[in-house]
T-cell receptor, first 112, second 115 residues
C-alpha cells in the first residue's frame, strides 16, 4: 500500500545548527513533492515545491532534496532559530492525481 | 490579500448531533478543499471542488458527511450524525486553478470535539 513516513520522533536541535527532516515514501511515483509548515492552532503554510526532475531546491535558509531512487526527500533548515519551531509536513502527488497526500509531520523544536 | 476564513474556530457537540462548518476561500480561487486532520496526523483530503462542481470526494464518508459550494465561492461541510471518531480539526484550503503543483492556502481550521 502507499505510505509516506516522516521522522517518527520529535526533533530537538540547538539554535544555529542545521535541522534535517526526512520524508520517505513507498508505492508512489510522485511528480512533485511539497513541504509545509504548521504552527499550533493554525493551518499549514506552503514552503517549497520540488519536482521529480530536480535534485535540489533552495529558498533562503531552506533546502530541499528529492531522490526518486531512494524514494526520499530531505528538508534542511540552516542556521536554525527558535522561531523555526513548528511541525513540518511533506506532501506528494503523482502526475495524474489532483490531490496531495500528506505525511504525519515532524515536530521540530529549536532550543535557544 | 485576505486569507481563507473559517468558522467557527471551535465546536463541542455530543455524538449523534449534527454540526456545520463554513469556509470562505481567497477571492478568485476556483478550487476549494476540505481536509480532516486528526491529532498527530497529516491532513486528509475529504472533498475537492472546482468552482461549484465536485472533483474528488472519494474519501468523504458520504453516509454522514456532506459538503456544498453554492455559487462557487463559500462552502459548508456538514456532519450528521457525528461520531466520536470525527473529533479532529477540519481545514479548508483554496488554490487559484486547481492545477497539480499549485500552492494550496489553508485556513486556521475548525477544531471539533465530539463527546
Amino acid at each position: 500500500s502507499q505510505k509516506i513516513e516522516q521522522n517518527s520522533e520529535a526533533l530537538n536541535i540547538q539554535e544555529g545548527k542545521t535541522a534535517t527532516l526526512t520524508c520517505n515514501y513507498t508505492n508512489y511515483s510522485p511528480a512533485y513533492l511539497q513541504w509545509y509548515r504548521q504552527d499550533p492552532g493554525r493551518g499549514p503554510v506552503f514552503l517549497l515545491l520540488i519536482r521529480e526532475n530536480e535534485k535540489e531546491k533552495r529558498k533562503e535558509r531552506l533546502k530541499v532534496t528529492f531522490d526518486t531512487t531512494l524514494k526520499q526527500s530531505l528538508f534542511h533548515i540552516t542556521a536554525s532559530q527558535p522561531a523555526d519551531s513548528a511541525t513540518y509536513l511533506c506532501a506528494l502527488a503523482s502526475g495524474s492525481a489532483r490531490q496531495l497526500t500528506f505525511g504525519s509531520g515532524t515536530q521540530l523544536t529549536v532550543l535557544p | 490579500e485576505a486569507g481563507v476564513a473559517q468558522s467557527p474556530r471551535y465546536k463541542i457537540i455530543e455524538k449523534r448531533q449534527s454540526v456545520a462548518f463554513w469556509c470562505n476561500p481567497i477571492s478568485g480561487h476556483a478550487t476549494l478543499y476540505w481536509y480532516q486532520q486528526i491529532l498527530g496526523q497529516g491532513p486528509k483530503l475529504l472533498i475537492q471542488f472546482q468552482n461549484n462542481g465536485v472533483v474528488d470526494d472519494s474519501q468523504l464518508p458520504k453516509d454522514r458527511f456532506s459538503a456544498e459550494r453554492l455559487k462557487g465561492v463559500d462552502s459548508t461541510l456538514k456532519i450528521q450524525p457525528a461520531k466520536l471518531e470525527d473529533s479532529a480539526v477540519y481545514l479548508c484550503a483554496s488554490s487559484m486553478t486547481g492545477v497539480p503543483m499549485e500552492t494550496q492556502y489553508f485556513g486556521p481550521g475548525t477544531r471539533l470535539l465530539v463527546l
